[in-house]
């Protein structure tokens, strides 16, 4: 039996994970797995039902499950609210830390028929296939944050407001650098071995840290071909070359960042799935987020969710098979011609969102 469970979410979660959801129920029948599926209330839509962006009872949930898939949350509505209450902090974050899911997954990869979806040059981007592991539960999104009143001392001796000061800290600790590490490293094993240790060495304590440590462990793993470089090279790097990467491993916000980029290689961040992993449950998402501005007009690309689906079903429940059955179903309509607007081409076919997974299933 697979307990999973639903969170669709906010915006276009509401209408890409249904058609994931469609996807995994027709996958799990062909290769005989027997699935319970749920649905619970996250984000905005669970403030709107009862107040709370991450319900109790969504977290008690989620621990009895076997594997979560989530659309996402946010939007126009709840970005008034204080940042402790916020959808993307009150919930994601808070659900990552709450299960423990340190790392984040996220293969870039492009399907050879989406040469021409991808903003940059054919012989550039041919060929890209990588993935990303960001640190999920720690650096800057989730160092100590606040805010006081900012003051200066005049020439009288008199305190004066100035305005207000606003605080992040970024930090990590060597237990918590060892084991992204870790997870970066086997999955390398699989591949060419090859990482890329990505920080700001140059600048920031926690990344001296992240360097020697990486270093100390590559020098422990001599099938591993351990480099460092700097983020901001990396970014630079990701559009002169991408194929010179095989496995980035990086702090948070790095990775948040530069995932947003590495998905333009893959012609779309409608593109682009995730895990979720390193605790109790694995989460599946799409690296995107609820994009309010095409949300319910049926445009979004619901491959990014399906292909987080094939993801689920290779590493919670080692189907292999099955989960390369739906990347294949997904070249196929690609192949065929069919696109969502954000990886329209010239001469394909442009379908909305119910449309492509219909097409998805149908290649099953
Ligand atoms: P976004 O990823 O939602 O959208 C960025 C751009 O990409 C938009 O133009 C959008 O239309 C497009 N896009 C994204 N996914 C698409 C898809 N599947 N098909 C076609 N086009 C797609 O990022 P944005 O606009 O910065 O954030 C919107 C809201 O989502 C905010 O409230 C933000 O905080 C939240 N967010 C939530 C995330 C999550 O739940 N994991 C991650 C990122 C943002
Ligand atoms: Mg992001």
Same mark, same amino acid.
């Not at 989406?114 to 940059?120: E, I, Y």
């Not at 901001?232 to 991408?242: E, G, H, T, Y």
């Given at each position: 039996?697979?307990?999973? @469970?639903?969170?669709?979410?906010?915006?276009?979660?509401?209408?890409?994970?249904?058609?994931?959801?469609? &996807?995994?129920?027709?996958?799990?029948?062909?290769?005989?797995?027997?699935?319970?599926?749920?649905?619970?209330?996250?984000?905005?839509?669970?403030?709107?039902? !009862?107040?709370?962006?991450?319900?109790?009872?969504?977290?008690?949930?989620?621990?009895?499950?076997?594997?979560?898939?989530?659309?996402?949350?946010?939007?126009?509505?709840?970005?008034?609210?204080?940042?402790?209450?916020? =959808?993307?902090?009150?919930?994601?974050?808070?659900?990552?830390?709450?299960?423990?899911? *340190?790392?984040?997954?996220?293969?870039?990869?492009? *399907? /050879?028929?989406?040469?021409?979806?991808?903003?940059?040059?054919?012989?550039?981007?041919?060929?890209?296939?990588?993935?990303?592991?960001?640190? @999920?539960?720690?650096?800057?999104?989730?160092?100590?944050?606040?805010?006081?009143?900012?003051?200066?001392?005049?020439?009288?001796?008199?305190?004066?407001?100035?305005?207000?000061?606003?605080?992040? $800290?970024?930090? *990590?600790?060597?237990?918590?650098?060892?084991?992204?590490?870790?997870?970066?490293?086997?999955?390398?094993?699989?591949?060419?071995?090859?990482?890329?240790? !990505?920080?700001?060495?140059?600048?920031?304590?926690?990344?001296?840290?992240?360097?020697?440590?990486?270093?100390?462990?590559?020098?422990?793993?001599?099938?591993?071909?351990?480099?460092?470089?700097? &983020?901001?090279?990396?970014?630079?790097?990701?559009?002169?070359? =991408?194929?010179?990467?095989?496995?980035?491993? $990086?702090?948070?916000?790095?990775?948040?960042?530069?995932?947003?980029?590495?998905?333009?290689?893959?012609?779309?961040?409608?593109?682009?799935?995730?895990?979720?992993?390193?605790?109790?449950?694995?989460?599946?998402?799409?690296?995107?987020?609820?994009?309010?501005?095409?949300?319910?007009?049926?445009?979004?690309?619901? @491959?990014? $969710?399906?292909?987080?689906?094939?993801?689920?079903?290779?590493?919670?429940?080692?189907?292999?098979?099955?989960?390369?059955?739906?990347?294949?179903?997904?070249?196929?309509?690609?192949?065929?011609? *069919?696109?969502?607007?954000?990886?329209?081409? /010239?001469?394909?076919?442009?379908?909305?969102? $119910?449309?492509?997974?219909?097409?998805?299933?149908?290649?099953?």
């Amino acid at each position: 039996m697979a307990k999973i @469970l639903v969170l669709p979410g906010d915006g276009i979660g509401q209408e890409i994970v249904p058609e994931a959801v469609k &996807v995994l129920e027709k996958v799990a029948a062909k290769h005989g797995l027997d699935l319970q599926l749920q649905e619970g209330l996250i984000g905005g839509a669970a403030i709107d039902a !009862v107040g709370k962006s991450l319900p109790d009872e969504t977290l008690a949930m989620c621990r009895q499950s076997d594997a979560v898939l989530l659309g996402a949350v946010g939007g126009p509505k709840w970005d008034t609210l204080p940042a402790a209450q916020r =959808p993307e902090v009150a919930a994601l974050l808070a659900l990552r830390k709450g299960l423990g899911l *340190y790392a984040n997954i996220r293969p870039c990869f492009l *399907y /050879p028929a989406l040469v021409d979806a991808s903003a940059l040059k054919k012989e550039i981007v041919v060929g890209t296939d990588m993935v990303v592991i960001r640190e @999920l539960t720690g650096g800057l999104y989730f160092g100590e944050k606040f805010r006081e009143a900012y003051t200066v001392t005049s020439l009288s001796g008199e305190e004066v407001e100035m305005g207000e000061k606003a605080v992040d $800290t970024l930090v *990590y600790t060597t237990p918590e650098i060892e084991r992204i590490l870790k997870l970066a490293f086997e999955t390398a094993r699989k591949r060419s071995g090859k990482v890329m240790s !990505v920080d700001k060495a140059n600048v920031l304590e926690s990344s001296r840290l992240w360097r020697e440590t990486a270093q100390r462990m590559a020098a422990d793993n001599p099938d591993i071909n351990l480099e460092s470089m700097y &983020v901001d090279n990396c970014a630079m790097q990701l559009v002169r070359d =991408p194929k010179q990467f095989d496995v980035i491993v $990086t702090e948070n916000m790095f990775g948040d960042i530069l995932t947003d980029q590495a998905s333009m290689l893959s012609g779309s961040i409608g593109m682009l799935p995730s895990a979720s992993v390193g605790g109790e449950v694995a989460l599946y998402e799409p690296a995107h987020g609820s994009a309010p501005d095409i949300a319910g007009k049926g445009l979004a690309n619901p @491959l990014a $969710t399906i292909l987080s689906v094939a993801m689920m079903l290779e590493l919670t429940f080692n189907m292999t098979t099955a989960a390369d059955s739906i990347r294949n179903a997904v070249e196929r309509v690609l192949n065929a011609g *069919y696109r969502t607007g954000d990886i329209m081409t /010239p001469g394909a076919k442009q379908i909305g969102t $119910t449309e492509m997974g219909a097409l998805v299933r149908e290649q099953l």
